[in-house]
């Protein structure tokens, strides 16, 4: 395989075959949807799961927040919401040190503007699923944000909507 190819900017007509390992693996579970919207999805959730394990951990509320936002935004059956959200976060820890960005690319490159700002929302409220949104979270968050060309303008008021769960904004047990 060529450089130019691995790195994603070869020729339009080669297909996929750099695809991230992730998104075939979470698209996978998603044979009944066309191509284009596997694609998509595999790519919302594994994002989403991203940020779950951002703090070395995945809880349970966590999981619910990522199937209730595949539910949601994806608009895809339950069961199947959190089957997706099972292959998002093992996708997520098995491949994150090489797919990180190749996904974040690829979310980028199929989503407009709006679709982009969901995201960066329902990121927001996975990581307050456990009403707290650690530091490593919130850079995660910034992370993609950047990755997918949103303003750091527009992530700081998106971030505000979850000023309650801020980690960083919170009291101290001692100060309470």
Known sequence: ??????????????????????LAQIGAQLDSLPPEEARFVAAF?????????????TDDVERDSIAQRLETFAEI??????????????????DHASDDHLVARAFRDMTE??????LIRCLYA???????????????????????????????????EFKEHLGALKALPSEQ
């Open 113 to 118: 503007q709006p679709e982009r700002i969901r």
């Open 45 to 57: 959730s594994y994002l989403l799961a991203r940020v779950a394990a951002a703090d070395l951990r």
């Open 77 to 94: 059956d339950p069961d199947l919401a959190r089957l997706l959200a099972e292959a998002a976060i093992e996708a997520a820890a098995a």
């Open 1 to 22: 395989m060529s450089l130019l190819r691995f790195l994603g900017i070869g020729e339009a007509s080669q297909g996929r075959e750099s695809e991230p390992a992730s």
């Open 126 to 160: 996975v990581a307050s699923s456990d009403e707290n949104i650690s530091a490593v979270e919130d850079n995660e968050i910034f992370e993609i944000a950047v990755a997918i060309g949103i303003r750091r303008e527009d992530v700081i008021s998106l971030r505000m």
